[in-house]
């Protein structure tokens, strides 16, 4: 018992001086801190004080700004290749999987364990392919072209706007690129140069690193790019950088080589019982209609013979002559698919191919929305059928639009048969590639996508309302060039009741109807060139040749 107290008490007072030394120990610490973390003598000025206070607006605080603005974007830039490079990585391991995956296959049926024959040349092959389409294109020298119009001409592009030479009428020659592929395109092709030039690798030109460093490039150093393609090679693009120095510039040419033909589709096509329901608004201009039907009757009872005429008329001024024409066609050719719907109403484009449309009640049927003034052949009959496909494709042809014919042949009584006036020359017409109003869809597509705005009254808008519908829906949208589509001439008259932007619409249409830029040039300087002609003649009179 009393060896078990003494112990007890020794323990105790070990304990207690354990103790004071770890609260001796706390004390101390706490005495450094607050030594060392107390504030400045209040002799001395303030941090704040000492150094110049920098406002929002102050240079050096915008030009770290402008540096950080530059370094996100960079950094943005470098992610967004990271991850193509991944997706590509991904995408080429799994295509390797499965061409080992093949070849083991084809190994296990044939009895033995190797890959599949060739596997691995692909790689080598593609390499090889894309280096053959480099060596071919203009790319680093240029190869003997047999005149100027062989000449592939360059597309100039900034980070905001493309510099185009091939406008037709609606494109401009400068202006934002508007279509998504192409913005992404050039996107793409500027990642990939800062990139390129950002990486290290790309900078080792015999300079040492801390000079590497010292640049790092940003979308504000493009300057300006130029790019061209050849369809059967591939695109290339040459891209130009401000560089380190005022008069120092980084070039970057890259190349987007054309990978060989596949083969998506090989389908037949039967188009025998495809009939089209021709849909035609019509007010007054009967001597339009009339020559309309002789080339509906040529080409669409005599030659193709799966055709339904709706014509809706406005009003009931001339009305029994438009009945009448229908009803001699019907009775000469034997044609009896035609509907004649008549409307009591002010005239509306939109509306009456609407009507038109809806008046249908055979089913599903093939649509082609024509105007009067319109000649079509055969041939382009076809291409309605061929390009167009319920809930799939609606056709939007692009028709050849014939200038004044006594314009071109001089005068009214050198005018060819209308058949010898569908030449398509740059002094003939022009590819009204402005124009939305001849169509073929099928009726489902129309109704299912809410068909025209009936409020559209008079001339213009209710084509491109109807355009935009269908490009803004999942259906393929097919516009090109149609050899067999062709708007004859007819002056053109603007109601003064049109609204300011459907009448400066009608306005533009008028003035590009007439004659190309070279006849219209030609009428507009007739009197200098009549003074030169009549100056010519005294010459020649007053200095007869000698005989």
């Keep these: 018992m009393l060896h078990a107290a003494m112990l007890r008490r020794g323990l105790l007072a070990w304990v207690s001086r354990v103790g004071g030394v770890l609260v001796l120990l706390c004390c101390s610490l706490s005495l450094l801190y607050v030594m060392t973390c107390s504030p400045p003598h209040s002799d001395d000025p303030p941090l704040s004080h000492a150094l110049p206070r920098a406002g929002p607006n102050h240079p050096s605080v915008q030009s770290y700004q402008v540096l950080l603005q530059e370094r996100e974007e960079q950094h943005r830039l470098h992610i967004t290749s990271l991850k193509r490079e991944i997706a590509q990585l991904k995408e080429a391991l799994q295509e390797r999987s499965q061409q080992l995956k093949g070849g083991q296959e084809a190994g296990a049926q044939g009895g033995g364990l190797g890959e599949a024959p060739g596997a691995k040349s692909q790689q080598a092959d593609l390499q090889e392919f894309l280096k053959s389409q480099l060596s071919k294109a203009e790319v680093t020298a240029g190869i003997r072209l047999p005149s100027e119009y062989a000449v592939v001409p360059f597309e100039s592009f900034t980070l905001q706007r493309v510099y185009q030479l091939e406008m037709g009428l609606t494109r401009h020659p400068e202006e934002k690129p508007v279509r998504k592929d192409k913005r992404e395109e050039l996107g793409e092709v500027l990642e990939m140069a800062l990139h390129s030039l950002n990486t290290p690798s790309s900078q080792q030109d015999g300079r040492g690193a801390a000079e590497r460093a010292s640049k790092v490039y940003a979308p504000s150093d493009f300057i ?112 009896k698919n035609y509907t004649l719907l008549q409307l009591d109403e002010e005239f509306s484009r939109g509306r009456g191919l609407d009507i038109g449309a809806r008046a249908w009640k055979g089913g599903n049927v093939l649509l082609f929305f024509c105007d009067v003034d319109i000649y079509f052949t055969a041939d382009f009959l076809n291409s309605c059928r061929l390009n167009t496909q319920p809930g799939k494709k609606v056709f939007y042809p692009v028709l050849f639009s014939q ?37 073929c869809q099928y009726r489902s597509d129309f109704i299912n996508i809410g068909g025209f705005d009936i409020d559209i009254k008079g001339w213009g808008g209710e084509d491109v309302h109807l355009y935009r519908k269908y490009l803004h829906s999942n259906l393929l949208v097919v516009r090109a060039p149609s050899r067999g589509l062709f708007h004859l001439w007819h002056e053109k008259h603007c109601a003064d009741e049109l609204p300011p932007d459907q009448y400066r619409m009608c306005m533009q249409s008028k003035a590009m109807n007439e004659a190309s830029h070279g006849q219209l040039g030609m009428l507009f300087f007739r009197h200098e060139i009549e003074a030169h002609l009549r100056k010519q003649k005294q010459r020649q009179n007053s200095n007869p040749k000698k005989t």
């Excluded at 042949?409 to 590819?431: A, N, R």
């Design 224 to 335: 300006e790019g130029i790019t061209r393609t050849e369809k059967d090679k591939g695109t290339l693009y040459e891209l130009t950088f401000r560089g380190e120095s005022s008069n120092e510039f980084r070039r970057l040419v890259l190349f987007r080589p054309f990978g060989p033909l596949m083969k998506v589709k090989n389908e037949r096509v039967d188009t025998a019982n495809v009939p089209i329901n021709i849909i035609v608004p019509l007010s007054r201009r009967t001597d339009k209609f009339k020559q309309f039907m002789q080339n509906f009757r040529e080409v669409c009872v005599r030659q193709d013979g799966r055709v339904h005429l709706t014509v809706v008329y406005f009003g009931k001024e001339q009305m029994s002559e438009v009945r009448s024409t229908l009803e001699n066609t019907s009775r000469e050719v034997n044609f």
């Design 403 to 439: 200038y004044n014919p006594t314009l071109i042949y001089g005068s009214p009584e050198h005018i060819p048969p209308v058949e010898q006036q569908l030449v398509i020359k740059k002094d003939t017409g022009f590819w009204r590639d402005f124009g939305f109003g001849m169509t």
